[in-house]
């Protein structure tokens, strides 16, 4: 059945919300032409209360209860923008059911009801679009699931949080300890009052699942993305890895895809100077996707703030109204999606990359020779050692200690853990060893 | 009408043909999944011959007569690879005409007839895609028409030509001259024999064109391109941009898109050494696209090469397969393209940007003094000064004079040349202005 007219009600009238409604009616006529129908913001719905309405033609009704939006029969697309669980599941599912099309920002629900949302649109024959969730304005979502459409996508990483990026920014430029940088990103607006989400890697392993699980065809689980953040941080390794390594330091969230396994985790990487990542600014987002025909193909934005998330929640509606308007939309599901897909997860042990070690030691003749003992014991092959010059400005700044850093070639996690964990007990060292992941195999 | 089984035909089986083929049996259960539909190559062609079959499944009818696929009913999607011109322009408007939907991977042919190619597929009903044209394997013309539909698109600029990017790199990095570069870059398979396409700017140009049409929904034509190839560009002055500003040497395409008005240019272009572009390495193309709301996007990956060219067309013929077995294909053009809408080109010599420009003059006083006057009678105003001395190694490399590089300020290109041409005729001045634009306006 076509449709001249398409009716939206949008549901959260927080920041994105009202970004939205402003887009719905600044380029209207553009994103018209665009969608082929008329596009109508037919309801406006608000738990907190009316919000300032948008100027312009549209008048929407307003409720504070999403229900009367997703139970009215004019609705033809509805926009979900309150985040979190609940009541955001019980909504979309009940959208889903009646038949309404749904775009959403939410990748903490997407991450973690991926095949219950998955198969709830595939059955209802609605689609359910999420441009929003991961990346802020960069089409990536969209990228993946169908300009790399002819591809086996092998891998994805990515710098997938703006807050954490801001924080390493000033950590690394600014030469500030991760407090002060947390707080400097709070005053600037970059950081939360609760930054736990950002700093401890949750918000990127949301958006790394939802990723993953788009590129795959499976279902990647949350609880399956290994995660460390960046709060227990030093400034001294930041600062050591750009001066020393011509390193950077970024949260990167990685995924790797095989045919039966995958690994996924998010955590701090030191990667190149040279790599296209490191001088990814403040608030943006840089995400590389390795497809097998495409090879290295890389997106990059704003992955926060009103006008770059608003773009993209609007880019979904428009196309929901075009196949709304055509007669046309969940006919063939947005996201393919197949439950008995099952691949398994590597354990975080058994994954390969270079490692970064930092050993603060007395100084004393033979501690290296008692540190790369243990190293060798685990059979992981150094690649470099740089010993700090306690007279050096670096070396001053390790307090109680030497500082050692060994760069390793590629070896598992758990044997450099195990070899870490040995260090530690030695006399000689005198602080828990500092342990970053590389990645220069771009 | 919908369809079960969606048949291809592949005209042109050239290095990127047989690569769709390829792609079109290894990863078929991926692609026929995501199309929701069967999908069949029907036919291969090539006028040169028959090419080494795909292995596979799959035995496709071949011809060297193009008009076999065109006019073969059973036919749903043409890829047109074969390029240039004619005949591909008579085979899409045939393709077109007879509602089959065209997948191309052909720059020229869309930058020069931009205009008929869209009303043709408007007046047919049938689809014209073209993610191959622009930055081979980057979905970089679904994500301007697509994922940020809900924008107005202000600027776009890019590195779109792999074999200047390439030349340019080794000129940076290795220090070889203009012809030193471009022999390694032939040896290496990056350049053509005969090089003018690349090296002259027209391939960028072509694709600037391209990507300006898709962004303003106007056609900007190929004659409202200026353009400045990399041919005449002197790796002293590429050397100095790098030791001494810190600033990397890029052939740049760039539109500009106002409400009336437009300008476009191709030309080498200075930017910072922190700019994403500034490591973008061989024969990789990057493009930047500044959206109202989502600001800056950035897209980055192969911009040639067998798969990634492949990737983008076979991309292509899965969402036309999947409309076409939906039997939507078609009802709303691709592209929103209106030939009443009419954009003005900003005369070149209005243009405002920041300038570089180098002087090689006589060691003698005043001289400096005689050069500034004549910027300061054009109102350019300088930005820094720099004197070599002829004693150091950079000094030195400039024969017959004393270089002096002067940046401007925000000018006019009309005035700076006016000052340039004034200053050339100096008795002074020994060799003619070397003059370089700068983007760091980012």
Redo the contacts between chains.
């Keep these: 059945m076509k449709k001249d007219v398409v009716n939206i009600g949008l549901v959260g009238c927080g920041t994105v919300g009202l970004?939205v409604a402003k887009?719905l009616q600044t380029?209207l006529p553009?994103?018209e032409?665009?969608a082929?129908a008329k596009m109508r913001l037919l309801w406006t719905c608000d738990k907190y209360g009316k919000p300032v309405p948008p100027r312009g033609v549209q008048k929407p009704r307003f409720t504070r209860d999403w229900r009367d939006v997703v139970n009215d029969p004019h609705v033809d697309i509805v926009v979900e923008l309150i985040g979190g669980y609940e009541p955001a599941r019980t909504l979309v599912l009940a959208a889903l059911k009646s038949r309404k099309h749904v775009a959403t920002a939410n990748k903490a629900l997407l991450a973690k009801y991926w095949g219950e949302m998955s198969v709830a649109a595939q059955q209802s024959g609605a689609l359910l679009y999420f441009?929003a969730a991961v990346g802020?304005?960069?089409?990536v979502i969209?990228?993946i699931n169908?300009?790399?459409?002819?591809?086996?996508i092998e891998k994805i990483y990515g710098i997938l949080n703006g807050t954490t990026n801001y924080i390493l920014g000033r950590m690394t430029e600014d030469g500030m300890d991760f407090a002060a940088a947390l707080k400097g990103a709070q005053e600037a607006g970059f950081a939360e009052a609760d930054p736990t989400f950002d700093i401890e890697g949750i918000d990127a392993a949301h958006k790394l699942a939802v990723l993953a699980s788009l590129a795959s065809?499976a279902w990647i689980r949350l609880e399956d993305v290994t995660r460390e953040g960046i709060s227990s941080l030093d400034v001294w390794d930041v600062h050591f890895a750009r001066e020393r390594l011509g390193m950077v330091t970024k949260l990167l969230g990685i995924v790797e895809l095989g045919k039966d396994r995958f690994s996924a985790r998010v955590h701090p990487t030191l990667i190149p100077g040279?790599?296209?990542f490191?001088?990814?600014p403040r608030e943006y987002n840089?995400i590389f996707v390795h497809?097998?025909?495409?090879?290295?193909?890389?997106?990059?934005?704003?992955g926060a703030?009103q006008?770059?998330a608003?773009?993209?929640?609007?880019?979904d509606?428009?196309?929901l109204a075009?196949q709304v308007?055509?007669?046309?939309a969940g006919?063939?599901p947005y996201v393919?999606y197949n439950p008995a897909v099952q691949l398994k997860p590597i354990p975080f042990d058994q994954l390969q990359c270079r490692h970064y070690l930092r050993f603060t030691t007395v100084d004393r003749p033979g501690v290296l020779a008692q540190i790369t003992r243990f190293l060798a014991r685990q059979k992981v092959s150094i690649s470099s050692v740089h010993q700090e010059d306690t007279e050096s400005a670096l070396g001053a700044a390790v307090r109680g200690g030497v500082p050692i850093v060994v760069l390793t070639h590629k070896a598992p996690e758990g044997r450099v853990r195990e070899a870490a964990r040995n260090i530690d007990r030695l006399a000689v060292v005198r602080r828990k060893t500092v342990h970053l992941r590389i990645e220069d195999s771009f």
Excluded: C, W
Excluded at 136 to 139: L, N, S, V
Excluded at 294 to 300: C, E, I, L, R, S
Excluded at 325 to 328: E, S, W
């Design positions: 970004g887009l380029n553009v994103l032409s665009k082929g441009e802020g304005g960069i089409p969209q990228g169908e300009g790399l459409a002819a591809n086996r065809g040279t790599h296209p490191a001088n990814v840089a497809g097998d025909a495409a090879g290295d193909v890389m997106f990059y934005g704003k703030g006008m770059a608003s773009s993209a929640v609007v880019s509606v428009i196309y075009r308007a055509n007669g046309t006919q063939i393919t």
